[in-house]
């Protein structure tokens, strides 16, 4: 593993950041197949809090949209949600890797004042996007085995705005919504330690 994070290269200065952990039974290689393979609409599924925290959300976006006289758009929901089918454009793409210590992740766009768009993206372009009144996320997960059998799995979220203007719009978002962000990377580590529990990778 190198020295220097991935995360770190792709975003070394931020507005935000949030950081969750778990450590898993399981050796590294397990782990890492584990958190390619982790389905995250399973998340929601299982867990009627990310289930209702997501589902406020989108009930705030069309009322917002209504009172705006806007049509409220309503994008239908993937299927599954894995790391491994996460290409190199689109909305959200896999942006570098280090296996089995790391991947990363990430999107820009909008996601405050009640209306969230995302752009489409090229993941070469991703730490160089510096159009205004945007914000980029950066999103890792980083693998340590910390003893025989033990992987420790780190989850961290960043993100910076393109602007000043938008860097005061996204913090007035991102402040009160921290712990429910928390909540929902601790839900997520915990749907990989189930993918790994389930998925015969202790076998």
Do not use: N
């Not at 599924?45 to 009172?67: H, I, Q």
């Not at 780190?154 to 705005?161: D, K, L, P």
């Amino acid at each position: 593993m190198s020295e220097q994070m991935l995360l770190d290269r792709l975003m070394p200065h931020y507005d935000a950041v949030r950081i969750e952990r778990r450590l898993l039974i399981g050796d590294i290689a397990d782990a890492w197949d584990a958190v390619l393979d982790a389905d995250f609409m399973r998340t929601a599924d299982e867990m009627p809090a990310v289930r209702f925290l997501f589902g406020t959300r989108a009930l705030a976006e069309r009322a917002l949209a209504a009172v705006r006289g806007r049509s409220p758009t309503t994008p239908p929901e993937p299927e599954s949600m894995r790391l491994c089918d996460l290409e190199s454009h689109g909305e959200w793409v896999r942006l570098d890797e280090d296996p089995p210590h790391e991947i990363t992740f990430g999107a820009v766009g909008r996601f405050w004042a009640g209306e969230t768009v995302w752009e489409q993206i090229d993941a070469a372009a991703f730490a160089s996007f510096a159009e205004p009144g945007m914000a980029k996320i950066a999103c890792s997960f980083s693998l340590r085995l910390c003893e025989e059998r033990s992987t420790l799995v780190s989850y961290e979220c960043r993100t910076v705005a393109t602007d000043p203007s938008a860097r005061r719009a996204s913090m007035r978002y991102w402040r009160p919504l921290s712990p429910f962000i928390g909540y929902v990377l601790r839900a997520q580590l915990r749907t990989i330690e189930t993918t790994l529990e389930e998925g015969g990778y202790l076998e």
